[in-house]
């Protein structure tokens, strides 16, 4: 089983852009999900995470305020919408799943699905 996240881009300054990530062949609506983001030679940051109902949602500082992580549970879909970017935002993004979670997670370790990276690159 595989994530599919998508939706990346190259933007500029304050721009806003909207990821998704599906399951095809499962459904995670019982589990934690959550967005990271790596730069080459650094390690996975934590991005957001939402809870199996999706009523309690976590962020990392550095995004907090400006990205908003939602689920759809008809589709089984993951989304987090991106609004102000800054250069520093640049990464790929991935989407990750806890198929044994359902409170919210903050350590990659605790992902146990992952999606292929969406390259999101932020630049005047």
């Known amino acids: 089983v595989q994530l599919v996240d998508s939706g990346g881009g190259l933007v500029q300054p304050g721009a806003s852009l909207r990821l998704s990530c599906v399951a095809p062949?499962?459904?995670?609506?019982?589990?934690?999900m959550g967005w990271f983001r790596q730069v080459v030679g650094k390690e996975r940051e934590f991005v957001a995470a939402?809870?199996?109902?999706?009523?309690?949602?976590s962020y990392g500082d550095s995004v907090k305020g400006r990205f908003t992580i939602s689920r759809n549970k008809v589709n089984n879909s993951l989304h987090l919408q991106m609004d102000s970017l800054k250069v520093e935002d640049t990464a790929v993004y991935y989407c990750a799943a806890c198929s044994i979670c359902v409170s919210l997670q903050r350590h990659p370790a605790q992902f146990d699905y992952w999606g292929q990276g969406t390259q999101v690159t932020v630049s005047a």
């Open positions: 062949g499962r459904t995670f609506s019982d589990n934690t």
């Open positions: 939402i809870d199996w109902l999706g009523q309690s949602t």
